[in-house]
């Protein structure tokens, strides 16, 4: 089971290039269990297949903090039918993900999320046509509202895409809201890390984890100007398949932040 494991260890969505390298792989495994689990671990809830614990691509143990996160999981490993399609199975991947690539690594995942304030994607606007600038207005206002009155940071946002410093003091404080440590705190940064590269946007996830945003509001302020040029151009099957995949990522991390 190595191979299935070190796809599921994946958090990263698909290119076309990448979805054409992995369609010549062989075929995916058959499923090979009858009944995937919950065990009661003490210090947390394990997965279990025909009553056997599952392991990640480092052979830890997939234990996850909460028994509804747990079930979730659970229901992931269920719905595989003849085959266990890891593309399918977004919360076993962040899961695996966050045991394995995390919890050693809390203070670099958290300077990659940090590093996304300085240049965050609802700073840099367009300067027309009017339509997009209000779209953009729309969306993107009331997130650096959320830093300013919640987080207490005031970034500049600017027309154009040349580069403009924000100052040190906004990204520090901004930055104090992002989960560090082991434990749950590790939980949640890996799913606040998987939120902000699947936006593009660590105001958008700190929004998002703050509850100054629903969900689907979070996801659709990520794609303002994608959808703009789809209003103009049409509809890009391409990209809404890719956006598709993505959003079964940004639901998993979701979960995670819902239930951890």
Known sequence: MRDLFEEMSSTAPLDPTEAARRGMRPRLRRRFYQH????????????????????????????????????????????????????????????????DGVGDQSAAVAAEVEKYLGSDLVLYRADGPDGLVARQAAAWDPILAFARDVLGARFLATAGMMFVAQSPEAVATAAAAIPRGSGRAAWRLGALHSMTTL????????????????????????????????DLWGRDVLALDRRAYRFAEMQAAARVLQTV
């Open 36 to 99: 995937a689990g919950v065990a009661d671990e003490g210090a947390g809830f394990g997965i279990t297949l025909d009553g056997r614990p599952v392991r990640t691509p480092a052979r830890r143990a997939l234990v996850v903090p909460s028994r509804e996160l747990a079930e979730a999981m659970v229901a992931e490993w269920d719905a595989q039918a003849d085959v266990v399609d890891p593309a399918r199975m977004p919360l076993t991947r962040l899961a695996n993900t966050v045991i």
């Open 199 to 230: 936006t593009g946007s660590a105001l958008i996830a700190l929004a998002y984890a703050g509850g100054a945003l629903p969900l689907d509001q979070a996801w659709s302020a990520a794609h303002v100007d994608e959808d703009w040029n789809m």
